[in-house]
């Protein structure tokens, strides 16, 4: 299901790392199709992606220079773009922001982004799961392992963000993983404008308790300018899923990770990770069945059809 808003952190004022404040927009006005006759949004756009000596990932900042038949510059979204407003620009797919132009974000339209979820066995408990988070320092708040996609193969992507924010300790366990997809879409991030906006796909990747001892206490990101390695670390699973959980120990995560988070608690590779092994439960149910039988014996109560009962 991808995000159907509305979005909140969007609507974030001043604009993350910048004194520039929003117009403010009421949540009845968030989506396009709501009349908003006097919506006249802040323009920003980060004077450093402007102009020629802009870095190679930011596009130009004339919108008709990257726009070519629908196709933002070669960056694909998750959704059909519409374009409107002033120079025809793409637009939000949740709606407004209350700030135009593309922000900190370097392109037009969607931002691709990659995101993990590295779920792990407590290794002295393995009924107790967790989950790796980082501290985003510019944001101050704890997140999920990730960051803008680069190029076109998301396993690469998903391995240099994990090598980058987590450490190369568990990128050489990667190969050996299924990645599931819990989430594509939208993210409800900051940095959102009404003409760009990030988007993800974020996998799950599960390490079972004999992985985890093997793991390193102690993990080395190499992006430490971005992440607090000191601040990040497994934490319980279970209080990042139930939104109810009032215990203190739930911290709130960075743009729509938490949902993110509790999408996954229905997916069926994480009940199937959370069940004992299947020879387990089997030998315990014809223990059982055997108990059963042995004990109508003992009472004489057996009549022939008891073991299809
Ligand atoms: C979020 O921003 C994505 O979900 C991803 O986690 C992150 C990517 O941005 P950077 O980490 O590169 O700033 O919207």
Excluded at 99 to 105: I, N, Q, V
Excluded at 206 to 229: C, G, I, W, Y
Aim: include cysteine; charge should be positive.
């Amino acid at each position: 299901m991808p995000y159907t808003g509305p979005h909140q952190k969007a609507l974030t004022t001043p604009y993350p790392g910048t004194k520039v404040e929003r117009t403010p927009v009421p949540l009845t006005q968030i989506p396009w199709s709501a009349p908003a006759h006097q919506y006249n949004p802040t323009e920003h756009t980060n004077p450093l992606h402007m102009g020629p000596d802009r870095p190679q990932y930011a596009q130009s900042e004339i919108v008709k220079d990257v726009i070519t038949s629908q196709e933002l510059g070669g960056i694909k979204s998750f959704y059909a773009t519409q374009f409107g407003g002033r120079e025809l620009r793409p637009q939000n797919p949740i709606g407004r922001t209350g700030l135009s132009g593309r922000g900190t974000l370097g392109h037009w339209g969607g931002n691709p982004a990659v995101d993990a979820l590295l779920i792990r066995q407590n290794p002295e408990d393995a009924s107790i799961p967790e989950i790796f988070l980082i501290w985003r320092r510019a944001d101050r708040t704890l997140a999920l392992p990730g960051g803008m996609q680069e190029g076109d193969n998301l396993t690469e992507a998903l391995k240099k963000e994990v090598t980058e924010e987590v450490g190369s300790e568990i990128t050489k366990l990667l190969p050996e993983k299924s990645q599931t997809i819990v989430y594509r879409g939208y993210v409800d991030d900051p940095r959102n404008t009404d003409n760009a906006w990030m988007e993800t796909t974020a996998f799950a990747l599960f390490f079972n308790q004999e992985e985890s001892r093997r793991m390193p206490t102690k993990l080395t990101p190499t992006d430490t300018h971005e992440v607090d390695a000191a601040k990040c670390g497994w934490f319980p699973l279970n209080s990042f899923l139930n939104p109810d959980i009032s215990d203190g120990k739930r911290l709130p995560l960075f743009a729509s990770h938490a949902q993110i988070v509790q999408r996954f608690k229905n997916l069926p590779s994480y009940q199937n990770w959370l069940r004992p092994p299947l020879v387990t439960t089997t030998c315990r149910i014809g223990n059982r069945k055997i108990g059963a039988f042995l004990h109508a014996i003992k009472k004489r109560r057996l009549s022939s059809p008891i073991l299809s009962s």
